[in-house]
């Protein structure tokens, strides 16, 4: 199977080494460089309807590259979009992720990222995709970004915890969350109030097992500054 490895401390490189025969697939444009037997080509991954689909619900790209080593084995390195970490992640039957929007990096050919209906509150009030989300099913490697650093959460059962939602980079299928503001004591209104007084906006409370990639910067703010 492919191996990945993150590579550098600062903006760091995704290195993938595949042997003759072997693929995946990443986000289009991610390829940085890669050796004379490897081949990258387009893809409608999915058909042209779940294409569209993962384009107007995650900000990905219509086409994906699909890498694969033709004629011997090879290596290749790859790159988010955004300056920031990458984080590895183990697809398998019962441990899924959903990916925030732009978060998608790579992944072995063995792991599928199709859409999902959001609940009701992330789809009206949530950055995670609106009424559709992209969840990663299958078994293999995915490789997310987050913009600046990365860190994982482990979600343990009966603890709620609470993350900033322009921060969530992807998180454990298995996990219960609902959008909404941080809760200050002071009510529905009081909460909005608070909300928008403090700068703090949508947060995303997590419960049950499971684990969250979170990313030390807002994509949002960073954009709105510049």
């Given at each position: 199977m492919p191996s990945f490895t993150i590579t550098g401390e600062i903006d760091p490189f995704l290195h993938v080494?595949?042997?003759k025969g072997e693929k995946i697939f990443c986000e289009s444009d991610a390829m940085v460089m890669m050796e004379e037997p490897l081949q990258v080509k387009g893809q409608l991954r999915g058909g042209i309807g779940r294409a569209l689909v993962r384009r107007m619900a995650n900000d990905e790209s219509l086409f994906q590259q699909e890498i694969e080593a033709v004629s011997g084995d090879g290596d290749c390195l790859l790159s988010p979009a955004l300056p920031g970490?990458?984080?590895l992640l183990d697809v398998a039957p019962g441990a899924?992720?959903?990916?925030?929007?732009?978060s998608f990096l790579a992944a072995e050919s063995t792991v599928e990222v199709n859409p999902r209906l959001n609940t009701l509150g992330g789809g009206l009030f949530g950055g995670t995709g609106g009424f559709v989300i992209m969840e990663a099913r299958g078994r293999g490697k995915?490789?997310?970004?987050?913009?600046?650093?990365?860190f994982t959460l482990d979600i343990e059962p009966g603890r709620e915890t609470?993350?900033?939602n322009s921060?969530?980079?992807?998180?454990s299928s298995a996990l219960s969350f609902e959008v909404g503001t941080p809760k200050t004591g002071g009510g529905f209104f009081g909460n909005i109030v608070n909300s928008v007084t403090s700068g703090e906006g949508l947060v995303?409370?997590?419960r049950g097992q499971g684990k969250v990639v979170i990313c030390s910067?807002?994509?949002?703010?960073f954009k709105a500054r510049q």
């Open positions: 080494s595949l042997r970490s990458i984080e899924d992720f959903v990916l925030s929007d732009g995915l490789a997310v970004s987050g913009f600046g650093s990365v609470v993350v900033d921060h969530v980079v992807a998180w995303i409370r997590f910067r807002n994509r949002s703010i």
